[in-house]
C-alpha cells in the first residue's frame, strides 16, 4: 500500500515536500519512484530511488536540482522535497514501488501505485 501528502497549491519558487508512506512490505527492497501527470499529458517520470542494496537516485532533467528524493526505511517513508517550483510543475504527483527495482523512471516497471496528491504551482 502507498499513499501519497503533501499536495497543495504554492507560488512560482515556492517549495513542497510530498511524503509517500508505504505498508505491506519492506521498503528496503523496493525503488520508490515519483511520477506526476498534468491535465491532457501522459505520466512522467520524475524521481526513483533504487532498492536500498543498489544505492542509486534518479531524475529527470526537468526537476534536476530543484528536486531531492529520499527514503527513511525505518519509518518506511519515501519524500520528494520540491524547491523553486514553477506552473509546469503542476499535476497529479503519485508514488510507485517496484520490488529489487533501481530507481527508474519508466512507469511500465512499477507494479503497486498510490492515488496521488495534487500539486498546483500558480500565482
Known amino acids: 500500500h502507498l499513499e501519497e501528502s503533501g499536495g497543495g497549491l504554492v507560488h512560482p519558487g515556492g517549495s513542497l515536500r510530498l511524503s509517500c508512506a508505504t505498508s505491506g512490505f519492506t521498503l528496503d527492497h523496493y525503488a520508490i519512484a515519483w511520477f506526476r501527470q498534468a491535465p491532457g499529458k501522459g505520466r512522467e517520470g520524475v524521481s526513483g530511488s533504487s532498492a536500498t542494496s543498489y544505492g542509486q537516485t534518479n531524475y529527470a532533467p526537468s526537476v534536476r536540482g530543484r528536486f531531492t528524493i529520499s527514503r527513511d526505511n525505518a519509518k518506511n517513508m519515501v519524500y520528494l522535497q520540491m524547491n523553486n517550483l514553477n506552473p509546469e510543475d503542476t499535476g497529479v504527483y503519485y508514488c510507485?514501488?517496484?520490488?529489487?527495482?533501481?530507481?527508474?523512471?519508466?512507469?511500465?516497471?512499477?507494479?503497486?501505485w498510490g492515488r496521488g496528491t495534487q500539486v498546483t504551482v500558480s500565482s
Open positions: 510507485a514501488g517496484e520490488i529489487l527495482g533501481r530507481g527508474g523512471l519508466e512507469s511500465k516497471s512499477y507494479d503497486y
